[in-house]
Each structure stands twice: as structure tokens, then as C-alpha cells.
């Protein structure tokens, strides 16, 4: 099993729908969850934190559980711009040599059209 | 504006040929940085963990021999690619955390160089 998996997509969704993306992860012990954009050839861009409480950040809302090991973001209003690849990302907080470190999802492509 | 700047963006060269990719943080001291590799359509994958002044950590199937890492200063990290092939062809990614001194942790998030891209000929 995969440390992290999304959705496979690819998404393609008009102007203004709503898009939903999962991912879930396999070490329980994990204490940081992220998602980033990328563009294409661009490096990825943190796009929000993920709290176990939930949160919102504008059109954008990422949610957390904890129990079932699993992450969501939620895109509403789809624009144009919010064509990307999006990345759920877990961080071991750990200690050793996986303190700090960064696993990434393979990544879901949303493409959003007129 | 970037906290973490890469050097080359891009780099085209001959197979045999190293190639040698930096890592700098800008306004912040960075005592682990991490290089990642990406392939087309495939996630970012992590290579190897970098601590300054020590040996840098490789990921399970990264060959240390050809990767070769040295994280001399708080603010450098280099990634060299010795004896470079097609296949290494790639894009190189390194990323740095700031080390919070009063929490004794290091900071969120991750701040990303912008990348190298990397065609062996």
C-alpha cells in the first residue's frame, strides 16, 4: 500500500462546479497533512494546511479524519486558474531521519474549462 | 518573494557528464534540506535528506554513490549527478524548513527551490 493515495482523476469540470479530492494515508502517526498546487514545470506551491478541525480558506476547504486516516479538499466555484495538479501531502514529524520529511500523494489533475 | 533559491533551472548534457545542482536558503538557516526527484505525470519522490554537517540520508533505492550530496553551510545544499544517463533525466526539486529556535522544531511549511530541470543527452 502506497504511503499516500488520491483519487486518480483526471478531473475535468466547467467553470464554476464544485470538485471534491480524497486522499488517505497509512502511518496513523502522522501528524501534518498539506495540500499543494503544481503547475505544470513549476514546483509545487503550498496551497493550505489541513487541520483536524477542518478549515476553509476562501472557495477552498480541506478536512481531516484522523480515524479513518483520510483527507479532503473541496473546490467550489471552479475557476479557470485552479487548473493544476493538486497534491495531498503528509509530513513525519517523527523524529530521525523522518523528521521534516515530506510524502506526497501522485497527485490528482483538475482541469477546469470555459 | 523566494525564500529558497535553486541554481540551474535547467541544464542539457551529454551522458558521462556531472551535473551539479545548488540549494540555497535565502533568509533563513536551514539545517535539513531535502532533494526530490520528479518524473513526467509521477509524483515528487524523495531522495534523500540532507543535515548540515553529516552525511545526508538516502531513500531506499537511491544510489548514494551517484547522487552525491554535500550540505556544508546552514544556507547550501548541493546535489551533484556524477556520470549522469538518459534516465536520470528529471526534474530535481530541493526544498528547506526553517529551525524554529524557541520551539526547538522546525517551521511549517516547507519552502521549495524552483527546480531543476535536467535532460541528459
Known amino acids: 500500500r502506497k504511503e499516500v493515495e488520491q483519487d486518480p482523476g483526471p478531473f475535468n469540470v466547467p467553470e464554476g462546479a464544485t470538485v471534491a479530492f480524497n486522499c488517505t494515508y497509512s502511518?496513523?502517526?502522522?501528524?501534518?497533512f498539506f495540500w499543494y498546487r503544481q503547475d505544470c514545470r513549476k514546483e509545487p506551491k503550498l496551497l493550505m494546511s489541513v487541520y483536524s478541525s477542518g478549515n476553509e480558506d476562501g472557495r477552498f476547504t480541506a478536512q481531516l479524519n484522523r480515524a479513518s486516516q483520510y483527507i479532503s479538499l473541496l473546490i467550489r466555484d471552479s475557476k479557470l486558474s485552479d487548473s493544476a495538479t493538486y497534491l495531498c501531502?503528509?509530513?513525519?514529524?517523527?523524529?530521525?531521519?523522518?523528521?521534516?520529511?515530506?510524502?506526497f500523494g501522485q497527485g490528482t489533475i483538475l482541469t477546469v474549462h470555459p | 518573494g523566494a525564500v529558497v533559491s535553486q541554481h540551474p533551472s535547467w541544464v542539457i548534457c551529454k551522458s558521462g557528464t556531472s551535473v551539479k545542482i545548488e540549494c540555497r536558503s535565502l533568509?533563513?538557516?536551514?539545517?535539513?534540506m531535502f532533494w526530490y526527484r520528479q518524473f513526467p505525470k509521477q509524483s515528487l519522490m524523495l531522495m534523500a535528506t540532507?543535515?548540515?554537517?553529516?552525511?545526508?540520508?538516502?531513500e531506499q533505492g537511491v544510489e548514494k554513490d551517484k547522487f552525491l550530496i554535500n550540505h556544508a553551510s546552514l544556507t547550501l545544499s548541493t546535489l551533484t549527478v556524477t556520470s549522469a544517463h538518459p534516465e536520470d533525466s528529471s526534474f530535481y526539486i530541493c526544498?528547506?524548513?526553517?529551525?524554529?529556535?524557541?520551539?526547538?522544531?522546525?517551521?511549517?511549511?516547507?519552502?521549495f527551490g524552483n527546480g531543476t530541470r535536467l535532460t541528459v543527452t
Open positions: 502511518n496513523s502517526a502522522s501528524q501534518s
Open positions: 526544498s528547506a524548513r526553517d529551525f524554529d529556535r524557541d520551539r526547538g522544531r522546525l517551521r511549517s511549511p516547507l519552502h
Open positions: 501531502v503528509v509530513l513525519g514529524d517523527a523524529g530521525g531521519t523522518s523528521y521534516g520529511k515530506l510524502t
Open positions: 540532507s543535515n548540515e554537517g553529516s552525511k545526508a540520508t538516502y
Open positions: 533568509d533563513f538557516q536551514a539545517t535539513t
